[in-house]
């Protein structure tokens, strides 16, 4: 019996021991941990993921030059960065180059540019999306010396090239001119990431849809149609 009364009270003694630490650690300020790094940097918004019903206006900034490009509802945004990145690569070589501008065609041109400006003379037409091969045939002859460029989205642009090249070449050939006497044709194919790639947004500009273009040129698949290769 004395034993286990001895017993008894070196349990009690030492419960009453971890009391004080047990108090200790409740009463202690809790410290957060901080969350993981993928919640810490919410993911960055696509523009791709703008709603094809939206109507909106976008600025966008390549290098010195700056366009105003208004998204209509049921355009897609594949086709509003399509004309913007075309603009963008090309801006440097035509400085009348212009994202949907009205000249007088039936056909308005994703871009166009006019040289010299504010002329009848095309020197420069960029269809982006979807475009049939009449439309191709009837841009090739009604404007011969302009350059030509056809713009898709995330594909192998092999296929849609040979397309154009059986409108665009044959009529060519068959008029036995050089085939310098004619503008370049080509096909482009952006990649599929391209919105994030390319497209950040801009500095010095307080608006909330501004956004500056860089395009790599050898990040884009791009194929020559005309002259021949």
């Known amino acids: 019996a004395g034993r286990r009364a001895r017993a008894a009270l070196a349990a009690a003694a030492a419960l009453l021991a ?8 409740a009463n202690a300020p809790r410290q957060s941990n901080p969350p993981p790094s993928f919640l810490a940097r919410p993911a960055r918004a696509r523009l791709l993921e703008v709603p094809k019903r ?14 105003t490009v208004s ?9 509003v960065l399509m004309k913007v990145l075309l603009w963008s690569l090309n801006v440097n070589d035509y400085s009348d180059l212009r994202v949907e501008a009205p000249i007088g065609d039936r056909y308005t041109p994703d871009c166009v540019a006019l040289e010299p ?17 009449a439309k191709v045939a009837s841009l090739a002859a009604r404007y011969p010396q302009a350059r030509l460029a056809f713009c898709k989205w995330d594909i192998n642009p092999a296929g849609f090239a040979a397309q154009v090249a059986g409108v665009v070449a044959a009529p060519r050939r068959a008029s036995g001119l050089d085939p310098e006497a004619f503008g370049p044709v080509e096909v482009l194919a952006f990649p599929e ?19 500056e273009v860089r395009v790599d040129p050898g990040a884009v698949h791009t194929l020559q149609v005309w002259p021949p290769p």
């Not at 971890?18 to 650690?25: G, K, N, V």
């Not at 998204?71 to 086709?79: L, V």
């Open 71 to 79: 998204k209509r509802p049921q355009e897609t945004m594949r086709h």
């Open 18 to 25: 971890l009391c004080p630490l047990a108090a200790d650690a």
């Open 54 to 67: 939206a109507h909106k206006s976008f600025t966008f900034y390549s290098g010195p030059h700056e366009a």
């Open 117 to 133: 400006p504010d002329s009848a003379s095309v020197a420069f037409w960029g269809e982006c999306g979807r475009v049939d091969m």
């Open 193 to 211: 990431d391209s919105d994030l790639r390319f497209f950040t947004r801009a500095e010095q500009s307080s608006g909330p849809e501004a956004y």
